[in-house]
């Protein structure tokens, strides 16, 4: 099986929510398009430092990571991303570190897509091809 990749518009989510109140011009809103790994083995997103800055986010605390072969390393954690993929979109924290975006679990789940490793694509759940529905108790 392969590798999955999709593409990713990363926005500053203040700024998002700024511009739809009539605060910022829509043209000022901070994001970037990037090229993500799905990793369904993370629970949290990443982003690289480089890319990190380009919407404008800075980490606001540091956590502990561990990497799958054991080695672990404090990184550092930002929130207020908005996690754009295949017209749908989720707000998130997101771990700065590597060289690449991972897309997680935790946004994978939100937007209510699946991976198909056999196709190497990602994919609307079919139960809801419209929208990710949230489910609540």
Same mark, same amino acid.
């Given at each position: 099986?392969?590798?999955?990749?999709?593409?990713?518009?990363?926005?500053? %989510?203040?700024?998002?929510?700024?511009?739809?109140?009539?605060?910022?011009?829509?043209?000022?809103? +901070?994001?970037? #398009?990037?090229?993500?790994?799905?990793? %369904?083995?993370?629970?949290?997103?990443?982003?690289?430092?480089?890319?990190? #800055?380009?919407?404008?986010?800075?980490?606001? #605390? %540091?956590?502990? *990571?561990?990497?799958?072969?054991?080695?672990?390393?404090?990184?550092?954690? *930002?929130?207020?991303?908005?996690?754009?993929?295949?017209?749908? +979109?989720?707000?998130?924290?997101? &771990?700065?570190?590597?060289?690449?975006?991972?897309?997680?679990?935790?946004? &994978?789940?939100?937007?209510?897509?699946? *991976?198909?490793?056999?196709? +190497? +694509?990602?994919?609307?759940?079919?139960?809801?091809? #419209?929208?990710?529905?949230?489910?609540?108790?």
């Amino acid at each position: 099986m392969g590798e999955v990749r999709v593409k990713v518009r990363l926005t500053n %989510s203040a700024d998002a929510q700024a511009a739809q109140a009539g605060r910022l011009a829509p043209n000022l809103v +901070r994001g970037v #398009e990037a090229d993500a790994l799905v990793d %369904s083995g993370a629970v949290r997103s990443c982003l690289p430092p480089p890319l990190a #800055e380009q919407p404008g986010v800075i980490p606001f #605390e %540091s956590s502990l *990571v561990e990497y799958a072969g054991g080695r672990k390393e404090v990184a550092g954690l *930002v929130d207020g991303i908005r996690f754009e993929v295949m017209g749908r +979109r989720s707000g998130d924290e997101a &771990l700065v570190l590597g060289d690449e975006v991972l897309l997680g679990q935790t946004v &994978l789940e939100k937007m209510d897509l699946l *991976v198909d490793c056999g196709g +190497r +694509r990602l994919l609307p759940n079919p139960a809801h091809p #419209e929208g990710p529905v949230s489910k609540v108790k």
